[in-house]
């Protein structure tokens, strides 16, 4: 059974661009769910969508969003990066029952 | 506001020291908690997860129980490869999921 993809996993964006971050979850899987990683701050909540419907989010400014398709797979975009946005960008799959959540590898942003 | 709380930390052991983790854990509407363990640069690799007060479960040298308060993840006798940072979560309504901020274990052979 494959695992939760995140793509890409490494990309370097300059200040005030956009970026687009994909996650394909676990077959069977309907609830995507992300988060930030930072030494600092440790994981921090973003949002989850759950049957293409976000359910929750977390204390992220609006720059941050999601969305999901039909297929469960899901995407985030950052738009005019900040110097601050740099961070391993995870993203976590799961019945959305309140089971177990998996997490994929991650995507690592650095903003220049 | 939910919140999860783990300590200590960093720890550092001798190789076949046992010691243990903890996690405090505010969440409301708890149905469950989770561990994971992560290594550098890598996405937190499941562990437990424990759902009810007294519940305990274990894998390899990992022994994992749960209070209505506090989980703790104790360990037997760690070896260098069980270096890494464990990390606590407690999942509330809708998925909505807290972590903790980790603790950093190593096991120095």
């Known amino acids: 059974k494959a695992g939760v993809t995140q793509t890409p996993r490494y990309l370097i964006k300059t200040r005030g661009q956009q970026v687009t971050l994909s996650c394909s979850p676990i077959?069977?899987?309907?609830?995507v769910s992300w988060y930030q990683q930072t030494p600092g701050q440790g994981l921090q909540f973003l949002f989850e969508?759950?049957?293409?419907?976000?359910?929750n989010k977390g204390n992220f400014p609006g720059r941050f969003s999601g969305r999901q398709f039909s297929n469960s797979r899901s995407e985030m975009n950052v738009s005019t990066l900040e110097l601050g946005d740099s961070a391993l960008y995870l993203c976590?799959?799961?019945?959305?029952?309140?089971?177990?959540?998996?997490f994929g590898e991650g995507s690592w942003l650095t903003v220049v | 506001e939910d919140q999860v709380t783990q300590s200590p930390e960093a720890l550092r052991l001798q190789e076949g020291e046992s010691s243990s983790l903890n996690c405090s854990y505010t969440?409301?509407?708890?149905?469950?908690l989770f561990w994971y363990r992560q290594d550098p640069g890598k996405g937190p690799e499941f562990l437990f997860t424990l759902y009810s007060a007294g519940e305990e479960k274990e894998k390899e040298r990992l022994k994992a129980t749960l209070t209505k308060k506090e989980s703790f993840l104790h360990i037997t006798a760690p070896k260098p490869e069980d270096s890494a940072t464990y990390l606590c979560a407690g999942i509330g309504g809708y998925q909505k999921v807290t972590f903790g901020t980790g603790t950093k274990l190593q096991v120095i052979p």
């Open positions: 976590a799959s799961g019945t959305g029952m309140g089971n177990t959540i998996y």
């Open positions: 969440v409301s509407g708890l149905r469950g």
């Open positions: 969508y759950f049957s293409e419907t976000q359910r």
């Open positions: 077959s069977g899987h309907r609830s």
